[in-house]
């Protein structure tokens, strides 16, 4: 499941859980980007803070992990990359790529699109206020799948930190101390210790 994870939310982990079950899958990576190039224009926190709260929020669950490519590869992030790069770490799995229902609906903007569809299985969660449809896309690669409705998002936590308003049960109890911490999302906040 790849995603900026600014922060990492119940409704990620939740749709993940999900999909694990319903597809029986050995493993769910979840893959921070490095540069989400569609974000562009906002604000988004230091990639290195996104993939710390992504293992704090993972680490308790023995099928899911985290990775780095994204990350550690630099320019902007295209799933493209992220596809190749896991199938070269796994060269025998198969790979289905997790998406919510609005990233699905964006996917045919998507750098290489076409060539997306050898490299895996998509699977399209709904997700409240997006319509969840495989229109245009190839049926015999996209998969969609209801998972219990979560009406969360990273933008609507980022608000909240900013409004001093609650994000407890929002993202998993680690995320909200390490937000605390580091005090991300506030104004000067976010500094990670090579920055000083
Ligand atoms: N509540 C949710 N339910 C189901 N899928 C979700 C939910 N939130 C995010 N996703 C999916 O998780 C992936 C990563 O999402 P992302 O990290 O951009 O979170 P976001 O909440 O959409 O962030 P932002 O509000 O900053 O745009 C995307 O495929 C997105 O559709
Ligand atoms: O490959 C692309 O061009 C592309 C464009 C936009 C988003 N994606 C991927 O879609 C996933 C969710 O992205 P986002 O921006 O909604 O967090 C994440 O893995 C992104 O790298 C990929």
Redesign the pocket.
């Known amino acids: 499941?790849?995603?900026?994870?600014?922060p990492i939310?119940h409704?990620?982990l939740?749709?993940a859980s999900e999909v694990q079950s319903l597809l029986d899958l050995d493993e769910v990576v979840f893959v921070p980007t490095g540069q989400p190039w569609q974000?562009e224009g906002r604000d988004v926190a230091p990639a290195e803070h996104r993939y710390l709260m992504t293992v704090i929020a993972t680490a308790s669950n023995p099928r899911f992990t985290v990775s780095r490519v994204d990350i550690d590869r630099p320019g902007p992030t295209y799933t493209l990359d992220t596809l190749r790069d896991l199938k070269k770490q796994r060269p025998d799995a198969e790979l289905y790529f997790?998406?919510?229902?609005?990233?699905l609906s964006q996917i045919l903007s998507w750098k290489g699109v076409d060539q997306l569809w050898d490299l895996a299985q998509f699977v399209g969660?709904?997700?409240?206020g997006h319509e969840l449809s495989d229109k245009g896309l190839p049926k015999d690669k996209v998969v969609l799948k209801e998972?219990p409705a979560?009406?969360?998002?990273?933008?609507?936590c980022?608000d909240r930190v900013r409004e001093e308003e609650p994000v407890w049960y929002l993202v998993p109890d680690g995320v909200v101390q390490y937000i605390n911490k580091y005090q991300l999302y506030l104004p000067g906040g976010g500094e990670l210790q090579e920055d000083k």
């Open positions: 499941m790849g995603g900026t994870f600014d939310h409704g990620h939740v749709a974000k997790i998406t919510g229902a609005d990233a969660v709904t997700r409240p998972v979560m009406s969360i998002s990273s933008t609507d980022r």
